[in-house]
Structures are given as structure tokens and as C-alpha cells.
């Protein structure tokens, strides 16, 4: 499978908790976003990484969330001091300067 | 700020009727609207999408129309199969080499095809 893919797929943690998400992108997408989708709602971005630069961050993450992408493949977004508010789908998406973005299948977490 | 409108929240069809889902945006400087389709538990999954410089694109049964002075775009799916149920979300994005290109998505369409 040469698309995006996301690890782990669920995550089911408790209030207060860290947690760590990594998303592989397509190898030859030099553009990677963090998205995050609730319920029954449109995905809404979080950051965006072009190479290993983080260009964008919304004013969703909170200092609670930090993400990187350090050799500008694989990047990894991490919460800290987990809250019930978290628990989201949380989508990695990359794509080429074209902007078409193809999206990996999620992580699912469940703060507790 | 930023937003993209989008109608209607649920459609449902008899399978063969056609189907037509519109979003507006607000951004002037969008230039890229993409569509998705996400079924249930599902990545979204991009079916097609349009750039401003054109007014109409067609892939087989489903076309996008962009209206940029009104700034609308519509999705029209002909021919509907059952298949075709899921949730549609429309997008736009600036989409440049100076830009982030991130999507700023409408509330999504569900839509049902009945047999």
C-alpha cells in the first residue's frame, strides 16, 4: 500500500495522559497536514509541515500539542495532559506543491 | 475568517435521480476546491476537485461547477447508485507555492440513494 498511512488506528487513553500519533505520508509528498474531525463535522486543520518546516499552526493547538516532522518524511503529533475535549479523529493528509491532498485512514482517540 | 458554507446537510434520492450539493466560501483568494467522499469509519477520499481557472469539470457521473464571482461550487452526481451513499464534504484552499494550501471544509452532505 503506497498511500498514507497512520499509527495506531485507535487510541483509548485517560484523562491527563500523553499520547503520541505518527502518520507516513506518500513518498514523494513534500507537503504534510494534520487535520482533526469530530463527529458528524467537516475535518479542521491543525498544522502543516512543508518538508521538515513547520509552516502553519491553527489556533486549535493549544500549547498542549506539539507535532514534528524531522527528516521530512514521517511526522508525529503529540498531546499532553490529555482532556475528554481531545477525542477526535485525528487525519494526517500529504500532497505534492499540486495540493491534492490524500488523507490516511485516522486515528481514532478516546480520552476516558 | 476563513469559511465554506454547505448545503444541504442531508439529501436523500431515488437511485438513478440526480443529486446536487452546493458550497460558498468566503476567501476571494481560494483557488482550489476539491470534494470528498467519506464513508462511514472511512478516510475522507478525494473523487474530484476544480481550480479557478476553469468553470466545469465532468468525471463520468460526477461533475463540479464554480461560480467564481459568486464564489459558489456545486457537486452534481448523475445516475445514482447505492454505492454512491456517504458523506460529501466540499473544500477550498489557496493553493500556491507561497501557501500553506490547507483545506477549509464545509459541514458535510449525507447522503442516502435508496434502491
Known amino acids: 500500500d503506497t498511500g498514507v498511512s497512520q499509527d495506531p488506528r485507535h487510541k483509548i487513553t485517560k484523562r491527563g495522559q500523553n499520547v503520541t500519533f505518527r502518520c507516513d505520508p506518500i513518498?514523494?509528498?513534500?507537503?504534510l497536514y494534520w487535520y482533526r474531525q469530530t463527529l458528524g463535522q467537516g475535518p479542521e486543520f491543525l498544522t502543516y509541515?512543508?518538508?521538515?518546516?513547520?509552516?502553519?499552526k491553527s489556533r486549535l493547538l493549544s500549547d498542549r500539542f506539539s507535532a514534528e516532522r524531522p527528516k521530512g518524511s514521517f511526522s508525529t503529533l503529540e498531546i499532553q495532559r490529555t482532556e475528554q475535549g481531545d477525542s477526535a479523529m485525528y487525519l494526517c493528509a500529504s500532497s505534492t506543491q499540486d495540493n491534492e491532498q490524500f488523507f490516511g485512514p485516522g486515528t481514532r482517540l478516546t480520552v476516558l | 475568517g476563513e469559511n465554506v458554507e454547505q448545503h444541504p446537510s442531508t439529501l436523500s434520492v431515488q437511485e438513478g435521480d440526480s443529486a446536487v450539493i452546493k458550497c460558498t466560501y468566503s476567501?476571494?483568494?481560494?483557488?482550489?476546491f476539491p470534494w470528498y467522499k467519506q464513508e462511514l469509519g472511512k478516510r475522507p477520499q478525494l473523487i474530484i476537485d476544480?481550480?479557478?481557472?476553469?468553470g466545469e469539470k465532468k468525471d463520468q457521473r460526477i461533475a463540479v461547477t464554480l461560480n467564481k464571482t459568486a464564489k459558489h461550487f456545486s457537486l452534481h452526481i448523475t445516475e445514482t447508485q447505492p454505492e454512491d451513499s456517504a458523506v460529501y464534504f466540499c473544500a477550498a484552499s489557496r493553493a500556491s507555492t507561497s501557501n500553506t494550501g490547507k483545506l477549509i471544509f464545509g459541514q458535510g452532505t449525507t447522503l442516502q440513494v435508496k434502491p
Open positions: 476544480i481550480r479557478s481557472n476553469v
Open positions: 513518498s514523494e509528498h513534500n507537503r
Open positions: 509541515f512543508q518538508n521538515e518546516a513547520q509552516l502553519e
Open positions: 476567501d476571494s483568494a481560494s483557488n482550489y
